[in-house]
């Protein structure tokens, strides 16, 4: 499995982005779509879960730090799962993941500055 993430960047706080992974295929069934991130300093093994999406397209959950604020989507028709960030805070800048099963992308960095 191949996941590409894309759509990070430099943003100002209060402004949204819409990150997007696009997923080669969906051999481990049993699993949903998750998408998570990673602060600087923090261990790959803490990597703080943003929210999670089913294969049918049915948001699981939501981090606290992120409920109310994030929305997650998946376009079945192409294989691709879209986390739309709005009101964003410094606090969101990290690179963020998508994962499925035990496959990763190699992430895509969000940067919420001034």
């Known amino acids: 499995v191949q996941l590409v993430e894309s759509g990070g960047g430099l943003v100002q706080p209060g402004g949204s982005l819409r990150l997007s992974c696009e997923v080669s295929d969906f051999p481990a069934s049993s699993y949903h779509l998750p998408w998570w991130r990673q602060t600087p300093g923090t261990p790959e093994k803490e990597r703080e879960l943003?929210?999670?999406?089913?294969?049918?397209?049915?948001?699981?959950k939501y981090g606290d730090a992120v409920k109310g604020r994030f929305t997650i989507t998946l376009d079945s028709s192409k294989n691709t799962v879209f986390p739309q960030m709005d009101s964003l805070a410094v606090e969101d800048t990290a690179v963020y993941y998508c994962s499925h099963g035990m496959s990763w992308g190699r992430g895509t960095q969000v940067t919420v500055t001034d």
């Open positions: 943003v929210a999670t999406i089913s294969l049918g397209g049915i948001p699981i």
